[in-house]
């Protein structure tokens, strides 16, 4: 069973960073295109990093820039970095392995950011 568990989410002051993880069971990541959304009340879940193929340890950023995506192969996590956070950046985040013939989801972790 495949199983995408995320983690360190949380409530941050504006400005501040936060590191979100994503540890896989029973999927291999490196083999799957690895993206991280986010999805804030009454809006459309939206890509914020990624997709990247797993096994690469720097993954690059992510159109805002300030948030990027690094994984890392041995641990079958998956991380995202985010910096200079603002309380539109507020959401639940949820990552996402994808590839032809599968689609996988984690549960999401809540990102609040307010002073």
């Known amino acids: 069973q495949v199983q995408l568990v995320e983690s360190g989410g949380g409530l941050v002051q504006p400005g501040g960073s936060l590191r979100l993880s994503c540890r896989g069971s029973g999927i291999i990541f490196g083999f799957y295109d690895m993206a991280w959304y986010r999805q804030a009340p009454g809006k459309q879940r939206e890509l914020v990093a990624g997709?990247?193929?797993?096994?690469?340890?720097d993954y690059g950023d992510s159109p805002q820039r300030r948030f990027i995506i690094s994984g890392d192969s041995a641990e079958n996590t998956v991380y995202l970095q985010m910096n200079g956070l603002k309380p539109e950046d507020t959401a639940v985040y949820y990552c996402?392995?994808?590839?032809?013939?599968?689609?996988?989801w984690g549960q999401g972790t809540q990102v609040t950011v307010s002073s």
């Open positions: 996402n392995a994808q590839r032809s013939d599968s689609d996988y």
């Open positions: 997709p990247a193929r797993g096994g690469v340890t």
